[in-house]
């Protein structure tokens, strides 16, 4: 591949490269690109004749996304890169590390895996320099660097992972049209969602729906619920402390977050069927009473991939919309916002290597996919107005408007935990036992395992 594809004065002006911008999904210098970080690395990098591996969880759509960024890396640098996805990445990248046959990047759902390779040596550290960006161009940036931060094997705490591609947990759903009808307005703070919440049954409504049900996983919409509540009730070390069981799971700091999902969930007053019905209502049938007529509910808290379960033909922005699951403005903790998201390790280095973790760190790397679907990025210097949808560009919005970013709790905890006795406790919690007695019941499965 010629390394000129992007000489010249005039980025639009494509010279020696044209032939390989036909195959870039956005023309070089059209649109409201950041070509210039394009340009730039360009002149920073040739690599010719050198090859990247890459594995990860990415398959079909999904696969051909990351393929239409990787391909600006490959105009610009001259490499190959090599995308490979594998829906058993967890257990292969394990075994190819072991085996010695690594690729020389892993793209990781999330940190425990990487953790766990870092503190065996699987990883390589990505440097102070990796960390100062990150902590100066991510919004929440500090918490983007505790994130991918794990100790080495001799302990020491280093940045292995850069965090791209991120989801939004912290929203509620709700009927533009209903809340219209009714004269309610979006609440700011939770102050403001609580009084909104008494406003509509003093109307004579429902305020929310929820629903744990998920077959073998009932229970785990309720684990969400109380890590949003730990973001805002409690300081982010205390949620790190409670993640990883320095904090105990009966802890009062712990209690006081269930507790909090339980005003909302346990309150027959405001949900949609009564309390009794929310251990029972499969999450994907939970928001349709958003739609119904009368609405049986104004509000349902959920993540970003809700709208795949709405009723057929809904358009968001018109039936359905969102806004931020907001913080106390009592506490004073900021904007939390609770979420998930991939990020990339290196574990088989070399130039070509260093050089794509370098390429992430440009804007086009996230506008790139920004501009088709399915995409987030904490980034502040990418243009928004990219994104594909104005959806994603409000998701996008409340990202770079944190304050905090956590990942999700549940996710980090040993499996039998966080995909085991959280979700079964939480059932029992909605369901009425007390919530000191379920949190201490979670605590001694977690002690069982240590």
Known sequence: MNKRLFAGVALAALTAGAAQAQDLKFPVGEGAFNWDSLAAFDAAYDLEGQTVTVFGPWLGPDQELVESVI?????????????????????????????????????FPQPGLARDLASRGFLTALGAETADWVRENYAAGQSWVDLGTYNSPEGNP????????????????YNPENFEDAGYEVPTTMEELKALTDQIVADGGTPWCIGLGSGGATGWPATDWVEDMMLRTASPADYDRWVSNEL?????????????????????????????????????????????SPPQCYMHRQASFIPSFFPEGTVIGQDADFFYFPAYEAADLGSPVLGAGTLFGITKDSEATRAFMAFLQTPIAHEVWMAQTGFLTPFSGVNTDLYGDPTLRKMGDILLGASTFRFDGSDLMPG???????????????????AMAVATDIQAS?????
């Open 248 to 292: 105990a799971f009966n802890d009062p700091i712990v209690v006081n977050a269930i507790e909090e999902f339980g005003y909302f969930a346990r309150n027959d007053a405001y949900v949609a069927g009564g309390a009794g019905a929310v251990a029972t209502t499969d999450f994907r049938d939970s928001p349709k009473g958003l739609f119904s």
């Open 158 to 173: 280093e940045i292995y992972g850069f965090f791209y591609k991120v989801d939004v947990k912290s929203l509620v759903w």
């Open 71 to 107: 391909a600006y890396f490959e105009a610009a640098t001259g490499a190959d890169v090599a995308y490979v996805g594998s829906d058993a990445f967890e257990t292969q990248i394990m075994i190819d590390t072991e085996a010695g046959s690594a690729p020389n990047i892993a793209i």
């Open 416 to 434: 039998g935990v966080g995909a085991g006795s959280f979700w079964t406790g939480m059932v029992d919690y909605a369901g009425g036992k007390d």
């Open 446 to 450: 977690w002690d069982a395992l240590k």
